[in-house]
């Protein structure tokens, strides 16, 4: 078959998404930092086998699944609304489109009964954030080796473009006519302060960041829960309620021009900084994984086994 | 002073998980008795079922089954998550069953309440899983440490929406929390549903002599022999439950909650392709009514009268009966449900014809009762025996008193 697009080797249909939307790029970002991922981690394998075979076997218990294809490894979850749709149906891989917030709930299920497998969720601000947010927050905090992905476009879209949590002050949506009248969450931190081991915020106007970053959430999440929240417009919803257009280019341009780096917020006034996309990573840390302490507490266990079964009080 | 009361730890042996319970797993070929809490025997079953995930929310009276879970999961190689809710629990064992793990939660009314959508999302998506209701007294928080029995039309109908079939059983006596914990897990292996074990809170907290059967039977879930099989659709060998492979196994699934064809692909707007999937979901269990059925029932000839129960209430009909056995009077038909959905219309059917009057002793107002409203067309009477609150139990002499009108 002849391919049309670089990334269609990753994908089952092409997408359907508005014009304008992030979602295409999000999921183009994706696959590329997915094939850069994969090519690494097959390079840095190939390397590895000579001294390995050299040494003598550690561990007789190395029962690691194989896969025979590289993509094969990673699942590939979602949640409800647009961004939900962005990975399924259209990435040609293990996909999981769950109930309304629920997908990081129903990953680390998968992540904790299959360690080998690589887990990344990627949803929108209302269903990560809103109905999600519970299970969002105790992700990093229980620091369960996914990749997860938000993708904020600051409002809820699908539904017809009502105020979310992350929908910006005063803004117009279908549920605030006369401007929201609450604050935005600050996602990115929020994940940052309870424990992730990365957390980072991009626009889809940054993409070779954004790409950067995908890859070094996808290398961190072997670890800890890694997390990136991207910035994308909704035009059809929000820009055409609060800018009066459905041009891509304003929003764009405004992601351009009123984003500042997570390293120079400290040259802005608290003032100045209140209509700014801060980005860049607000969290990057050394914490071990969910999978590797749950199997020190196995280790722990068998051994709490024997002891009982010699049956000797100390 | 008086002197502080040392408990030896040998005391409590039946809560102490270190004394039996790696050897029920190990060498299960004798039948053997045990001294076990209910809802130990529920964590017990799940083991020797295959139980290797367990995500669960501490919620009285079920918290046992947690308790003894989380030191055992972890010995037979298995994992035992604590969630920050019942929503994400059942979500939690959801994503365990699709990598081929057997996984169970376990919870009370309240939490069940909370696990509705996601038990709707299993039954679209065809994932066995294993969800375990230890009743206590409702509505609301009720009275959290006291016995009820309010939650089997929530066990029947609570999901997202939508018409389904759902399968759940009702043990009444621990050596049943042990075998139908097995039972459950049987089931929704073989049908790729959520299975509901209910359990009253008297038979949680209850300890008493378990028989535990030799090399009690294990099913396991069919899996695909190619990758091109349907896995949400009637399977090419034409059954209606489809083979189900794992994440990770390059089937390259399409898992989701909405509508879909037999690959998994939504169609959310072919009315013909949902209908096709919803009456599928549905007889894939109603067709398989006879072989899922269990129940226990005895029926002397030219009985006028009958008790059906389920649960603990069943226990005290038939300490009822077996007080008029002693006086020779014993003329009374008695029917005890082990599996409440799918409701056994049938078995029945059968058992009412010929009577006049059905007892229905119950921990609620009456909702087996309800549903047995349906026979009255055989010319049966309803006789409602409802206790609730306080934890107290249904007396044998208040069966006793209801028999003897019509006797």
């Excluded at chain 1, 604050?183 to 081991?197: M, Q, S, W």
């Excluded at chain 1, 072997?222 to 910035?231: D, H, M, R, S, T």
Aim: glycine share 8%; proline share 5%.
């Amino acid at each position: 078959m002849e391919h049309l697009h670089p990334n269609d080797d990753y994908l089952r249909l092409l997408h359907k998404f508005c014009p304008g939307c992030g979602n295409g790029i999000i999921l183009h970002t994706l696959i590329r930092s997915l094939k850069s991922y994969i090519a690494a981690s097959e390079g840095v394998k190939s390397q590895e086998v000579k001294p390995e075979s050299a040494r003598p076997k550690k561990s007789k218990k190395s029962k690691k699944q194989k896969f025979e294809n590289p993509l094969d490894r990673f699942i590939f979850l979602s949640g409800i609304g647009c961004s939900g749709w962005i990975v399924s149906p259209h990435l040609d891989a293990d996909t999981f489109h769950t109930t309304h917030g629920r997908s990081i709930a129903v990953a680390t299920g998968v992540k904790v009964a299959n360690p080998d497998l690589m887990v990344i969720v990627i949803s929108g601000d209302g269903d990560l954030a809103s109905i999600g947010g519970n299970h969002l927050i105790h992700a990093a905090r229980r620091n369960v080796e996914l990749f997860c992905i938000l993708v904020n476009n600051f409002n809820f879209g699908m539904t017809g473009g009502q105020c979310g949590p992350t929908t910006f002050h005063d803004a117009i949506t279908s549920t605030t006519p006369f401007g929201n009248f609450e604050y935005p969450f600050n996602v990115a931190e929020v994940v940052a302060a309870a424990g992730a081991t990365y957390s980072a915020r991009w626009t889809v106007r940054h993409v070779l960041q954004l790409e950067k970053s995908f890859e070094r959430a996808l290398q961190r999440s072997e670890n800890g829960f890694a997390f990136i929240e991207v910035l994308s417009p909704c035009t059809t919803q929000f820009e055409k309620r609060n800018y009066n257009t459905e041009d891509p280019e304003l929003l764009f341009d405004l992601f351009k021009t009123n984003s500042i780096n997570i390293k120079d917020r400290d040259k802005y006034t608290s003032k100045e900084l209140e209509d700014k996309f801060i980005l860049g990573v607000f969290g990057d840390r050394e914490v071990e994984g969910l999978t590797k302490t749950i199997g020190n507490i196995k280790s722990r266990a068998c051994a709490h086994k024997k002891h009982n079964s010699i049956g000797g009080e100390k | 002073m008086k002197e502080k009361k040392q408990l030896k730890p040998n005391q409590f042996k039946y809560l102490n998980e270190s004394t039996t319970s790696l050897k029920s797993y190990t060498s299960n070929n004798k039948i053997r008795r045990e001294f076990w809490q209910g809802n130990y025997a529920v964590a017990e079953g799940a083991i020797t079922a295959g139980c290797r995930f367990y995500a669960g929310y501490p919620i009285t009276p079920s918290s046992e089954i947690f308790h003894q879970l989380s030191s055992m999961l972890p010995k037979v190689g298995g994992a035992c998550l604590q969630m920050e809710d019942e929503i994400a629990s059942i979500g939690a064992i959801i994503g365990a069953s699709w990598t081929g793990a057997k996984a169970m939660t376990a919870t009370s009314g309240p939490g069940f309440s909370l696990m509705q959508e996601n038990i709707g999302y299993a039954i679209m998506t065809e994932t066995p899983c294993v969800i375990v209701n230890v009743m206590r007294a409702g509505p609301s928080t009720g009275q959290a440490t006291l016995t009820g029995a309010g939650d089997i039309y929530q066990a029947r109908y609570g999901s997202h929406c939508g018409d389904f079939e759902i399968i759940a059983l009702c043990a009444s006596t621990v050596s049943e929390a042990y075998s139908l914990t097995i039972e459950s897990f049987n089931l929704a292996e073989l049908y790729r549903v959520p299975v509901i074990f209910l359990l009253e809170e008297h038979i949680g907290h209850l300890i008493e002599t378990v028989t535990i059967p030799a090399k009690p039977q294990i099913a396991h879930r069919k899996r695909p022999k190619r990758k091109n099989e349907p896995v949400f659709g009637v399977s090419t060998a034409g059954e209606l439950v489809p083979p189900m492979p794992n994440l990770g196994e390059g089937y390259k699934l399409l898992i989701t909650g909405s509508t879909h064809d037999e690959f998994g692909w939504r169609q959310t707007r072919d009315g013909e392709v949902h209908r096709k999937l919803v009456s599928r979901l549905a007889q894939k269990i109603l067709i398989n009514k006879d072989k899922i059925i269990k129940l226990e029932r005895n029926k002397p000839k030219n009985a006028k009268i009958g008790i059906i129960s389920y649960g603990s209430a069943s226990r005290v009909a038939n300490e009822a009966l077996s007080r008029l056995e002693k006086a020779n009077r014993n003329k009374v038909a008695n029917l005890r449900l082990i599996t409440l959905w799918p409701f056994p219309d049938e078995q029945i059917e059968d058992f009412v014809k010929g009577l006049k009057h059905v007892i229905v002793p119950e921990y609620n107002f009456g909702l087996l009762a309800r549903e047995l409203e349906r026979f009255r067309y055989l010319g049966i009477e309803i006789h409602k025996i409802s206790q609730i609150g306080g934890g107290e139990p249904i007396l044998p002499k208040q069966i006793l008193e209801e028999l003897e009108v019509y006797l």
